[in-house]
């Protein structure tokens, strides 16, 4: 998938940033998970924005009413 710091040529979000802008946004169970317990995935499609699935593990419970998945989007 991609290196933990560093974004590949194709890519515009590294996983240390979609998590952090996760916990900044979400807060709740995403606060409490690692960049290796992130699941992100890059949903292709579209001309000028990158469209990611941000996941919780399956092993990770809800603290409130945040969602498990998310979609981050990021434009150029």
């Known amino acids: ?8 040529p194709l ?3 590294t ?6 802008w996760c916990q900044n946004f979400l807060r709740g169970a995403w606060s409490t998970i690692s ?4 699941r992100l ?3 292709s499609g579209g001309l000028s924005n990158y469209l990611y699935c941000c ?3 399956d092993d990770i419970e809800t603290q409130g009413n ?3 998945k998310v979609f981050l989007r990021y434009s150029i």
């Open 1 to 8: 998938m991609w290196s933990r710091k560093s974004a590949t």
């Open 41 to 43: 995935e890059r949903v």
């Open 35 to 38: 960049v290796e317990q992130l």
């Open 66 to 68: 945040e969602p498990r």
């Open 11 to 13: 890519e515009k979000v």
């Open 15 to 20: 996983p240390d940033q979609a998590l952090e």
């Open 55 to 57: 996941s919780l593990p």
